[in-house]
């Protein structure tokens, strides 16, 4: 069966510190996709990024960088030099049957704050 | 581009009524989805909907239905509302169906609270 995990329910930094959220999935399809995405206190899920399960090159995007490991199942996400305006939740997700579905199965979630 | 909207953003209700609650997709986007998001259970998928046809549906009581119009607004319905139906409800909607690399982007959700 299809599984995220983000054993990390709560983290806690001060701004400028970097931070790494954990993510580790489970899935028997050979074809799948990963994705992160942000909830601010508004409550609306922002798309972060989208990874597919042939693509191990890992991705940096400004202050976000992501690491895409399959041997291990992980898909973790970091921060760089964190900001208050990062405080959320941030979700880790896998798209079921292969992408035959818009179905995301979403990890628990880990709250990141932030002090300024 | 207007976003997803969700309407109504706030219902209190009471147990053994029933909701309605609406989601309009962006402009152009065929697919939408709802999830259920508590604290207890997290984000957990209810259906899935593409061209006014449900194409998947999450492990969920007959309580729980929805359905897609012509112009892709669509709209999921609770009935016997219970305590644990409190929760926040979220529309997700997408260009296509079963295409990851489409991104889903999701509606502000619709908070219920069932006393």
């Known amino acids: 069966a299809q599984k995220v995990t983000q054993a990390q329910t709560e983290i806690s930094v001060v701004e400028k510190e970097d931070v790494t959220l954990d993510c580790v999935y489970e899935t028997r399809d050979t074809t799948y996709y990963l994705f992160w995405y942000k909830q601010p206190p508004s409550g609306e899920l922002v798309f972060l990024i989208r990874r597919n399960s042939f693509d191990e090159q890992n991705e940096i995007s400004g202050r976000y960088s992501w690491n895409f490991q399959k041997s291990t199942s992980s898909f973790n996400f970091t921060i760089t030099a964190s900001q208050v305006v990062d405080s959320a939740v941030y979700f880790c997700a896998l798209s079921d049957l292969g992408g035959a579905t818009n179905k995301l199965i979403f990890g628990t979630g880990t709250l990141l704050a932030v002090q300024p | 581009k207007a976003g997803v909207t969700q309407t109504p953003r706030y219902l209190i209700k009471t147990r053994g009524q029933q909701v309605t609650l609406s989601c309009s997709p962006i402009s152009g986007h065929r697919s939408v989805s709802w999830y259920q998001q508590t604290p207890g259970q997290g984000l957990q998928f209810l259906f899935e909907?593409?061209?006014?046809?449900?194409?998947n549906k999450g492990n969920f009581p007959g309580r729980f239905s929805g359905r897609q119009f012509s112009n892709s607004r669509s709209e999921m319905n609770v009935s016997t509302l219970e305590l644990g139906d409190s929760a926040l409800y979220l529309c997700?909607?997408?260009?296509?169906?079963?295409?990851?690399?489409?991104?889903?982007?999701f509606g502000p959700g619709t908070r219920l609270t069932v006393l």
């Open positions: 997700a909607s997408s260009l296509v169906k079963g295409s990851p690399n489409n991104e889903q982007f």
């Open positions: 909907y593409f061209s006014e046809t449900q194409r």
